[in-house]
């Protein structure tokens, strides 16, 4: 072997090398970084306040001090997030009264998981396991929010509204002519689904669907995680933001309430 073709060699194994560190050193900050925070855990253990019971795909968070309302609400994670995540926002929803149901996403949402028919037959199973509810607000974050529009078109019976959060999802289809109750829950530091992807989409989105944008904050901080790779610093704390949220939500669920009042109203 000639010197100079000795040094190509070298050089690209080095290179090889430090190729495979990146890559590896990558793949467990992501590993790290979707991981749940231990409060996060702690978030679903039931007390006296949210009963919370485990399915085989699936949590259910009952509120047990207010009487359940006829409106529940399903929530699917992130691609890659623990579902646990989410469960310190989801919790506030149930303490404001409505049962919520955490959807686990077939292979967190990667190698096709998010996208098959399986996760909304998750869904769709686990909303039929719940007593004395009928009509549904369909959730999700960011990967999520891909599940949750695409479950609206698909399979719309029950469904009375739809919140998409940290999302620019629908991207691929149009739900402009849904008359769901839609909500768009957005970050200003969101450094994974920026405001301006979603601008782009929002025809593909009724005109009646209410925007909230939460100035200061970022994509991870919609569930309880790390930081996740491509996202922006917050602002604005996990805590804040996440009661923000929640308030977007609560505020979906109450508007099917009042609407569905309003319509037995009429019929009565």
């Known amino acids: 072997m000639s010197k100079r073709k000795g040094s190509w060699f070298w050089i690209r194994r ?31 253990v039931g007390d006296h306040r949210v009963e919370v019971t485990r399915g085989a795909d699936h949590w259910l968070l009952t509120p047990t001090e207010l009487s359940p309302r006829k409106v529940g609400l399903v929530f699917f994670p992130g691609a890659l997030v623990e579902p646990a995540a989410y469960a310190p926002l989801l919790r506030k929803v149930a303490t404001a009264g409505y049962p919520v149901l955490l959807v686990e996403v077939p292979n967190r949402g990667v190698f096709g998981g998010a996208d098959g028919a399986e996760v909304i037959r998750r869904a769709r199973l686990a909303m039929q396991g719940v007593v004395g509810i009928s009509e549904w607000v369909v959730a999700g974050h960011s ?47 969101d450094g994974v689904s920026a405001i301006e992807k979603s601008e782009k989409n929002r025809h593909l989105l009724p005109a009646t669907c209410r925007w909230v944008i939460l100035e200061g904050g970022n994509h991870s901080q919609f569930g309880s995680y790390g930081i996740q790779p491509g996202d922006s610093f917050a602002t604005i704390s996990r805590e804040q933001q996440q009661e923000l949220t929640k308030s977007a939500i609560v505020h979906a669920l109450e508007s099917v309430v009042h609407a569905s009042a309003s319509a037995d109203s009429a019929g009565g």
């Open 14 to 44: 080095v290179w090889a090398t430090l190729g495979l560190i990146a890559m590896l050193g990558f793949a467990g900050w992501s590993f790290v970084a979707y991981q749940a925070s231990g409060e996060a855990r702690e978030a679903l």
């Open 143 to 189: 990967r999520g929010g891909a599940v949750a529009a695409r479950m609206v078109r698909e399979s719309g019976a029950g469904i009375r509204g739809l919140v998409l959060v940290g999302t620019s999802h629908p991207r691929d289809f149009s739900l402009a002519e849904s008359t769901l109750l839609v909500t768009k829950v957005l970050g200003t530091h």
